[in-house]
């Protein structure tokens, strides 16, 4: 069954980024704020969720659907889809060439398949659980890791400001530690790219399940772990670098 779940699930982020490379660097349509005045959705957004559950509901009728502009519903079959339909809001509105399309699908047991897919870089992540990841059909396998100060460490910033002030402080402390952080604008592209070993760390809190459950996959299936430290909060890295990131971060 996960080989039709994770075909689906490419399939319709590739859709749904088509939908929106075509919009990008256009007008923006139907503005809305959400946590804060900083948080925002578009027209955009909203289109490509639609496209994304109607050919979900077509084509899996039973299944339960979370979406993060509210579309879905429940389901019965025991399969449920966590839905970002444009990751790296900000960076799409304000024309900034980082954002991505993610869809996983979970069953009791965690996530069965997860697709992050980037429509600018023309790159997809798939995995599937037990199965492994890949990149465009190659294989990720992480490497054990960097020590700490040699790390590159990726994370993201929220939208609330008195959560943005506790993000800084602890900033200050994770600057001298590794060596740089980057801040890219899409947790699931940042999960990617750590799957990838393109950074060799991540951290972040004020997360949403949609936010993480393809990217989480990609990181375990390139055999790379992933610790959920409360129900908001993420911290993931290569196999040697994860305690004493986690005790950097927590």
């Known amino acids: 069954m996960s080989a039709d779940l994770l075909t689906l699930a490419e399939g319709v982020a590739r ?94 047991d965690g996530a069965l398949v997860g697709v992050v897919h980037d429509p600018g870089r023309g790159e997809t992540f798939t995995a599937r659980r037990g199965e492994g990841a890949s990149l465009g059909g190659r294989r990720l396998r992480m490497e054990a890791g960097p020590t700490l100060d040699q790390a590159l460490v990726a994370t993201g910033f929220s939208y609330l400001a008195e959560r943005r002030a506790l993000q800084a402080q602890l900033l200050t402390r994770v600057l001298p530690a590794v060596r740089d952080v980057r801040r890219f604008g899409s947790a699931a592209i940042d999960l990617a790219w750590l799957a990838a070993g393109r950074v060799d760390g991540y951290y972040e809190t004020g997360l949403n399940p949609w936010d993480w459950a393809a990217g989480g996959l990609l990181v375990r299936e390139a055999g790379g772990v992933v610790v959920q430290v409360a129900e908001d909060s993420l911290v993931a890295a290569a196999p040697g670098l994860i305690e004493p990131l986690l005790a950097l971060v927590t």
């Open 15 to 108: 859709e749904a980024g088509a939908l929106l490379l075509e919009r990008f660097g256009g007008p923006a349509a139907g503005l809305a704020s959400k946590s804060s005045r900083t948080d925002l959705v578009s027209d955009a957004d909203r289109a490509a969720e639609a496209l994304i559950v109607d050919r979900i509901r077509r084509a899996r009728p039973g299944d339960a659907i979370l979406a993060e502009e509210g579309g879905g519903g429940e389901g019965a079959s025991g399969v449920r889809w966590l839905v970002d339909p444009l990751d790296g809001t900000i960076n799409y509105l304000w024309g900034i060439p980082q954002w991505s399309v993610s869809v996983a699908a979970l069953d009791a």
